[in-house]
């Protein structure tokens, strides 16, 4: 069974960074794909930012050019690199892992809020 556990969020004023981590409990070079999504109270949940296990990355517009998305083989972690952030931005970030059948595999949240 895949775990993941999140880190790295918290409260930041608009214009700052957050950097998240997502770690899991097993190699992340099988997961065909590794992402973050999001959810803000009352709103669906979203695709942030996804790499595929080629390397390949895609970004919701929301957030291009302000996020970054890398993983770390010897660590077996996923992480998000937020800059410039936007009230717009607050939400429950969850990772996700896609593993070579694609079942989906959920992180326990961490959440970000942005505010002055």
């Known amino acids: 069974q895949v775990q993941l556990v999140e880190s790295g969020g918290g409260l930041v004023q608009p214009g700052g960074s957050l950097r998240l981590s997502c770690a899991a409990s097993?190699?992340?070079?099988?997961?065909?794909?590794m992402g973050w999504y999001r959810q803000a109270p009352g709103k669906e949940r979203e695709l942030v930012a996804r790499?595929?296990?080629?390397?390949?990355?895609n970004f919701s517009d929301s957030v291009k050019g302000r996020f970054t998305i890398s993983r770390d083989f010897a660590k077996n972690t996923v992480n998000l690199q937020m800059n410039n952030l936007k009230p717009e931005d607050t939400a429950v970030y969850y990772c996700?892992?896609?593993?070579?059948?694609?079942?989906?595999?959920w992180g326990q949240g961490t959440q970000v809020t942005v505010s002055s």
């Open positions: 996700n892992a896609k593993d070579r059948t694609w079942t989906d595999y």
């Open positions: 097993g190699s992340i070079a099988s997961f065909n794909a």
């Open positions: 790499v595929s296990r080629a390397g390949s990355t």
